[in-house]
């Protein structure tokens, strides 16, 4: 089916951005997101010119893999449709030039679960590193499934996945995780002995949700606000990491301006952050 998007979105930057590590690109026209059993396709519906094409332009035609239903149910909410990304104001001067650099990156709404396993394998890895060890433990303990692009696909596992049989351990240790490991098992423990604790978080205010998260060994405060933003897409939430903390000291003089943006400060990071990957000369 096609589906119409009037606001910023550009798939590369989205995938290149640091919060979802198993979004995939295809070819030069074709993309592929999964998300709990949902897997869509998608591409540009009129790709004249793939090297001039701009994906982040406001008012973009896709051809999507998922029906309507489907699309409107969760595919809309997953790419923060609801929100007006070409809306935000933003007058300050580099936040407007990190803007201009990364704008189509949009929020996706991602599984607590997921955001939680993924962000504590983050620490200290690089991006493609953390695919990387993500991709084995799918391949290792998830569901295999068949797509229309005859891909060899993986669904993310489920806690009970993950902590099935005697040998789980020595399997996930397989998966490069090294000093992680304890802190992956003692996210497994804490959820799968408390049914509702992710779930709950929804219901949390900002201070109280991030306070829970760190709870679990290993969720200190930069990966718990990441998990709040990207899972639980709580904009007002800024994570601050090596990159944030150079921009932070290097264009701000060490005060950091997210206050300035309140429930946008997470998207206005989002921007700062692949700023940051694409012009490393600068810090």
């Not at 998007?5 to 919060?19: A, L, M, P, R, W």
């Not at 690109?25 to 059993?37: I, P, T």
């Not at 896709?62 to 790419?79: L, V």
């Not at 997210?258 to 429930?263: L, P």
Request: net charge neutral.
């Amino acid at each position: 089916m096609q589906v119409k998007v009037n606001d910023y979105i550009d798939f590369d930057k989205i995938i290149e951005s640091g919060q979802t590590f198993r979004a995939k690109k295809l070819n030069d026209n074709l993309y592929r997101f999964v998300s709990l059993e949902n897997v869509l396709y998608i591409s540009n519906a009129t790709p004249k010119n793939l090297k001039s094409r701009k994906t982040s332009k406001v008012k973009c035609t896709f051809n999507a893999s998922c029906t309507e239903d489907e699309w409107k149910k969760f595919w809309y909410n997953y790419f923060d449709l609801n929100r007006s990304y070409k809306d935000i104001k933003i007058n300050e001067c580099f936040s407007k030039k990190c803007e201009e650099v990364s704008r189509g990156i949009r929020i996706l709404r991602q599984d607590p679960f997921e955001m939680l396993i993924s962000f504590i394998i983050s620490q200290r890895k690089s991006i493609p590193a953390i695919r990387t060890s993500i991709e084995e433990i799918c391949r290792r303990f998830g569901t295999r499934i068949d797509t229309e692009y005859e891909e060899e696909l993986y669904l993310f596992p489920t806690v009970d996945q993950l902590t099935k049989g005697s040998d789980c351990s020595d399997n996930l240790a397989e998966c490069k995780l090294g000093y992680r490991l304890p802190y992956i098992e003692d996210a497994l423990n804490t959820v799968k002995n408390n049914k509702s604790f992710l779930s709950d978080g929804f219901n949390m205010t900002d201070e109280e949700l991030l306070n829970h998260l760190i709870t679990i060994k290993g969720v200190g405060v930069k990966v718990a606000n990441c998990v709040a933003l990207f899972a639980y897409n709580r904009t007002g939430l800024a994570p601050v990491d090596t990159w944030i903390k150079k921009i932070i000291d290097d264009k701000y003089n060490g005060v950091s301006p997210f206050e300035n943006y309140g429930e946008n400060a997470g998207i206005i990071q989002q921007y700062m952050f692949y700023y940051a990957l694409t012009h490393k000369d600068e810090f």
